[in-house]
């Protein structure tokens, strides 16, 4: 996005590079925040007021519609629906450190932090 964000303002490809660009923004910076902050504040609320039966409604109304969503995209794939009780724990915890680690990702890339995947160079010997 760095390397393209001129795209952000006037793209070269038309209202298709326009909204792909915006998306991916919304994407990887926007939705992160947002569903850290909403996460921080559900703590708060839980650990300051208590876990009010509202709370923990709403939880488990997330909780569920990450279910039907499991089961839209296994039905799809014609997967096994045993696999969709394991929507419980991409909210518990899977979806937390995703949206940290993008956080962080879009953090090391706007301060400029040299990246690489750690790939160790051949020597040529056994």
């Known amino acids: 996005m760095r390397k393209h964000s001129s795209l952000l303002i006037k793209p070269i490809g038309g209202w298709k ?10 994407e990887s910076v926007i939705w ?8 921080a504040i559900f703590l708060f609320v839980a650990i300051w007021y208590g876990l009010s039966p509202l709370l923990l409604l709403w939880w488990i109304q997330l909780t569920v519609l990450d279910m039907i969503d499991a089961m839209y995209c296994i039905t799809l794939e014609e997967e096994q629906l045993s696999l969709v009780p394991y929507a419980v724990l991409y909210r518990l915890m899977f979806i937390q450190i995703v949206d940290v680690t993008k956080l962080l ?5 706007l301060l400029g932090l040299q990246m690489s995947w750690g790939k160790l160079e051949r020597i040529g010997r056994l």
């Open 32 to 39: 992160p925040i947002a569903n850290i902050w909403a996460n």
């Open 105 to 109: 990702g879009t953090l090391e890339e």
């Open 17 to 26: 590079t326009l909204i792909t660009m915006w998306q991916m923004v919304f």
